[in-house]
């Protein structure tokens, strides 16, 4: 086994572990992850305003509530 092909199983057990055992509150990316979409689509429903609710402390941080995350898919299923 290659050391991409380790790379890529670690990458598919952590995106698992995600969505299997969210955080409360998540990273872009893991919230990218636990919605199963890449880091751009979600930064497109973020301009376009179409996504789920988020948290902006700052300019640079982004955050995701689980709870939103949930809701969120629970209206657009």
């Known amino acids: 086994m290659t050391i991409d092909e380790l ?17 409360q509150v998540m990273t872009c990316r893991e ?3 636990f919605l199963a979409v890449t880091d751009e689509t979600l930064f497109r ?13 700052n300019s640079r941080l982004i955050r995701y509530l689980y709870d939103d995350l949930v809701a969120w898919m ?3 299923q």
Do not use: C, M, T
């Open 45 to 57: 429903w973020r301009k376009d305003g179409v996504g789920p609710s988020y948290s902006q402390p």
């Open 7 to 23: 790379s890529e199983q670690l990458k598919a057990l952590h995106n698992d572990l995600i969505r299997s055992h969210p955080p």
């Open 74 to 76: 629970k209206e657009y």
């Open 31 to 33: 919230a990218a992850q």
